[in-house]
């Protein structure tokens, strides 16, 4: 059984007042859906005021990107060690925008993926598709790319700490959603795929997000489809009342 995770990707919004919060929001909530995870991305520059407001609730704390290096003359950049150091737990990794408009290869992911799981980091791997690609029916040959290329050389050990996320791009910051059966196509196919790198019971222990304009209304369908383990929310997870309302979907789901 994989417990829905939940999480919030705040991306480069709120100030440092906000972010505490927020935080402070959902921790005082957290006790309310206790059969899913839940998680908050913050911008870095905040995790620590976020990781003192979560306190000892059940918060997971998140980043939205890091370096690959472990250190050195990499200026702007965050290491994994750092993330570790100040408390936090997760790290989102080839986050479409991070893809698009930072142009983030396959190949910078993996590395990072890598450097995440060796700082004892469990990194949620982005992947998605572009319209133009989905209306070219190009959908499963890109994701498999995506995950090929991100995934290359992590072990089956390794893989089952590891958290797919998988979010189309015309779906993101759009209101556009993806349908649950289109979602589900994606998510069934990414875990077969994961089957044949790995094998069918790994498989079944990697927990697939899906992200792109997920919202209180739209979440039971989707967390309700029996491969979409979890969420991956931009604008609504900037809300005390919608980020509970989705975890609260999950919830329910995890409970029938
Ligand atoms: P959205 O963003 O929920 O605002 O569409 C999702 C994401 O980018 O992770």
Redesign the pocket.
Known sequence: MRTPLIAG?W?MNTDGNGAAELAGGIASRAGEVPDVELLVCPPAIYLTRVRNAIGDASVGLGAQNMSCQPSGAFTGEISAGMLTDIGAQYVILG???RRHIFGESDENVNKKTHAALAAGLVPVV?VGELLEEREAGRTAEVISGQIKGSLAGITAEQISTVVI?Y?PVW????GKVATPEQAEEVHADLRKQLAECYNAEVAETVRILY????KPDNANDLLGQPNIDGA??????LKVDDFLAIAAAGAAVAQA
């Open positions: 990707n991306k986050h479409s925008e982005c996320a979010e779906a993101i910051g759009t992200g792109g304009s997920v991956l929310i931009g604008g609504a997870s």
